[in-house]
């Protein structure tokens, strides 16, 4: 498991799923070495979206609770390649997140799509106007 996910080139990430639970915890979504700078997103709800583009920038998760010291979450990515859509890169926290996650029972799911479109898919609509009669050819 990764304290956190590094990425190059432009990505578009989704919150997919959160779950905060009850009590003072707070999830932080860091956004870290982005061509805009970093950013933070506090309790980000499911449907939350951001771009982001650099050369070298990264996503991680924190745990905030009082005044206490940020605490990283580990966060374990499955990469997937989709016709479609292109390469994803589904980020979930980990199993062996600190106490203070399971006690807020705290969860996140982030989905990151590549816009590079050197890597994403071929259009879906016919290339040329024409179809080439059935028969014999030649």
């Known amino acids: ?3 956190q996910i590094t990425f190059a080139g432009p990505w578009t990430v989704t919150v997919a799923d959160e779950h905060l639970g009850e009590g003072p915890l707070t999830l932080r979504l860091r956004f870290i ?3 805009g700078g970093d950013m933070d997103v506090d309790d980000p709800q499911a449907g939350f979206r951001v771009d982001a583009d650099g050369a070298d920038w990264a996503i991680a998760l924190e745990g905030l609770i009082d005044a206490q010291p940020p605490i990283r979450a580990p966060l374990l990515s499955v990469h997937t390649f989709e016709r479609a859509r292109g ?3 589904d980020i979930h926290t980990g199993d062996d ?3 203070q996650f399971y006690n807020q029972h705290a969860r996140m799911h982030l989905q990151c ?3 590079d479109p050197e890597v994403q ?3 879906a609509e016919p290339l040329y106007d ?3 009669p ?3 050819h030649g």
């Open 87 to 89: 390469w994803i890169v």
């Open 33 to 35: 070495g982005t061509s």
């Open 97 to 99: 997140l600190p106490p």
């Open 113 to 115: 799509v590549c816009r």
């Open 121 to 123: 898919p071929l259009p």
């Open 130 to 132: 024409f179809s080439i």
């Open 1 to 3: 498991m990764d304290q």
């Open 134 to 136: 059935e028969g014999r």
